[in-house]
Nanobody, 112 residues
């Protein structure tokens, strides 16, 4: 099983980034897909999750959009109006109850 994230980087406050996660080795449509993030010195937290409809953390509602493509085995996170507090390592997660898999993470830094 592999989850490979891409799209992180350095962006100024107010800017946008799009993260992508490509999954292999799982029956993608059977998994709840999610994005988590972990800032330095903090616990990993759920950012957004999607089965058929998306659910967002309050801190990102209205700014982030999660989407999945079951034909391509991908899940994306469009991040707009980024703030310094969004700085973290972002992780892709695939969860089917009996199994949970993580990507290696991608760094997002929001700074001027």
């Amino acid at each position: 099983v592999q989850l490979v994230e891409s799209g992180g980087g350095l962006v100024q406050p107010g800017g946008s980034l799009r993260l992508s996660c490509a999954a292999s080795g799982i029956i993608f449509r059977n998994y709840v897909m999610a994005w988590y993030r972990q800032a330095p010195g903090k616990q990993r937290e759920l950012v957004a999750t999607i089965v058929s409809i998306p659910i967002y953390a309050d801190s990102v509602k209205g700014r982030f959009t999660i989407s999945r493509d079951n034909a391509k085995n991908t899940v994306d996170l469009q991040m707009n109006s980024l703030k310094s507090e969004d700085t973290a390592v972002y992780y892709c997660n695939a969860n089917a109850g009996f199994a949970s898999y993580w990507g290696q993470g991608t760094q997002v830094t929001v700074s001027s």
